[in-house]
């Protein structure tokens, strides 16, 4: 694959920022002092000034994440090469909101109710969870933007002490340490005493992420857990009397798209919501991060292993091992397809964390952010971070990665992923991967 040397375009908020989401057109920040900032992103991209030749560069780089790919005017050769050419311009001017700009765009700053510090969020069928060592706790995203929030605006999910959290189809995964791996069904009826999280093992976990219907639980105390489940039809209900009283019972979720957008492509989270409609996920087994890896996890130590959507990674000193993960295969030895190993330009050194998105995956070391991009570049992040995250499960955001320090909050754009070929890359999640 020839890199296509596309460097990611930033703006930086300044502020002493904990964490942030995007969601539905608004970004919300977790300042350190303990208070939330909601942010209008749409009214913000339009304060932003670049050359009136890039705008629309700056919306797809910004608001439409996802608009590029299977876009038939990228199979024409001129269009690419212009297309390319105004993103590496982009990328080359560098962005600073300012305090005015915010408070222009500000749509609620409230207290943070929910538990602070937390030790990760999500955001899901407009509602925020967040997991911490006092369990996870939600808010519908409208409450954001009210002037202040309530005890009575806070919803308690349960009281496991969480160090990650994922979710997917009204179903939260959930690292709990040393208690192991959970998930938790979100559709549970009002009139109804709420469950306590379902224990999937009791091995370690301390991060998660979704291969759907399936979970990969990571920790730095084993190599690693698949924890499979298959998708079984739901039996129809005959009794239909209490179908319109179970449908306004149910916890707040609206039945709506993520980010409100249309299922108009086969990408994963469109499929994914497809099946939930009519299947439930039942646990079949657990998969050693060996048994996925069988040929080199005996030749070499692995540093660190996660999984998301259809790719397992397992990172070693000086390469990354990949696996594709095909749910429906009909035979066992198709479930895993090696993708074979991307060696890296140098040994790792400690790796505190990792993730994937479609832009390719992120590495976390003790002094900086390591990009490995879909197109095989390596992009350097300077300086510990507080937090950071990508956002996969959006629609408009899949590009981005948030990266937060001492004094603000970086958001990069990547937008090399739509000059990829999606059925041959290695590195990152495919974009309409089934």
């Known amino acids: 694959m020839q890199s296509l040397n596309l460097k990611p375009f930033t703006i930086t908020i300044p502020g002493e920022y904990y964490d942030s989401q995007i969601y539905d057109a608004r970004l919300y920040l977790w300042r350190s002092d303990g208070s939330i900032l909601t942010l209008d992103w749409e009214q913000l991209i339009e304060n932003i000034t670049v050359p009136e030749s890039l705008n629309i560069a700056l919306q797809f780089a910004l608001q439409y994440g996802d608009n590029l790919y299977d876009n038939l005017l990228l199979q024409d ?4 090469e212009l297309i390319i050419e105004k993103f590496k311009k982009l990328a080359n001017i560098p962005i600073e909101i300012s305090s005015s700009t915010l408070n222009k765009c500000k749509m609620g700053e409230q207290d943070n ?31 954001f933007s009210r002037k202040r929030l309530s ?29 192991g791996l959970f998930d938790y069904y979100l559709n549970q009826n009002y009139s109804e005493k709420h469950p306590e999280p379902r224990r999937i093992t009791e091995q370690h976990s301390n991060f998660v992420r979704w291969l759907y219907p399936s979970i990969f639980s990571s920790s730095y105390f084993n190599q690693g857990l698949f924890a499979e489940f298959k998708l079984i039809k739901k039996r129809k209900s005959k009794d239909t009397s209490n179908t319109k009283q179970n449908q306004e019972n149910l916890i707040n979720l609206p039945l709506i798209f993520e980010d409100e957008t249309d299922k108009k492509r086969g990408s994963i989270a469109s499929i994914e919501r497809d099946e939930n409609e009519n299947t439930n996920r039942e646990f079949t087994k657990l998969v050693s991060a060996k048994e996925i890896f069988i040929n080199t996890l005996n030749t070499e130590s692995a540093v660190f292993t996660w999984g998301t959507y259809d790719k397992i990674c397992l990172v ?23 993708l074979g190993s991307v060696d890296f330009q140098k040994s790792l050194g400690d790796i505190v964390s990792a993730d994937s998105s479609f832009f390719g995956i992120i590495l976390e070391q003790e002094d900086g952010l390591l990009v490995m991009t879909s197109s095989l570049d390596y992009i350097y992040l300077p300086g510990e971070p507080v937090n950071w995250r990508v956002f996969p499960k959006s629609r408009n955001y899949i590009n981005q990665l948030h990266v937060i320090y001492e004094d ?10 739509f000059f990829v070929n999606q059925e041959d890359k290695k590195i990152g999640i495919s974009f309409g991967a089934k």
Do not use: M, W
């Open 408 to 417: 603000n909050l970086c958001i990069h754009s990547f937008n090399h992923d």
């Open 316 to 338: 070693k000193e000086k390469s990354i091992d990949l696996v594709k993960s095909s749910p429906k295969a009909k035979y066992e030895r198709e479930k895993f397809i090696s």
């Open 151 to 179: 005890n009575t605006h806070i919803k308690k999910i349960c009281d496991l002490p969480v160090v990650s959290l994922s979710a997917s189809n009204r179903t939260l995964a959930l690292a709990g340490g040393s208690e």
């Open 77 to 80: 050769a001129d269009i690419r």
């Open 113 to 143: 109710l929910l538990p602070f510090p937390h030790a990760d969020s999500a955001v899901h069928y407009k509602t925020v969870y967040v997991g911490s060592q006092s369990g996870v706790s939600s808010s519908s995203c409208t409450n």
